[in-house]
Nanobody
């Protein structure tokens, strides 16, 4: 079993930045990839970004088209932490952001069914 704890959410003005963190504990050896998803009020949870736990120094990060160029996922395996750097935030980025971990295959890397462990979520609000 893998436990995930997110932090770093908050209120930010449009155009601002935030960095989310997700610390994994427990059966970390079971993790093949970690990801960020988000869920806005009244909408379904959607994929944001994923990163392989292996995959060399960068982990082959993958981002949804809606955040490409603005958000960046990274990892620090030494402290079992994944980050989501969010720049140029827009009101449409307002959502609860969830960290996920699991053993997805290529076809499930950007889908919820690729992940078996989830954090409790952290609220990100973009508003002036």
């Amino acid at each position: 079993q893998v436990q995930l704890v997110e932090s770093g959410g908050g209120l930010v003005q449009p155009g601002g930045s935030l960095r989310l963190s997700c610390v994994a504990s427990g059966s970390i050896y079971n993790i093949h990839a970690m990801a960020w998803f988000r869920q806005a009020p009244g909408k379904e949870r959607e994929f944001v970004a994923a990163i392989r736990w292996s995959g060399g120094s960068t982990g082959n990060p993958y981002h949804a088209d809606s955040v490409k160029g603005r958000f960046s996922i990274s990892r620090d395996k030494a402290i079992s932490t994944v980050y989501l750097q969010m720049n140029s935030l827009e009101p449409d980025d307002t959502a609860i952001y969830y960290c996920a971990a699991g053993r997805p295959i290529m076809s499930t890397l950007a889908t919820m069914r690729g992940y078996t462990s989830w954090g409790q979520g952290t609220q990100v609000t973009v508003s002036s």
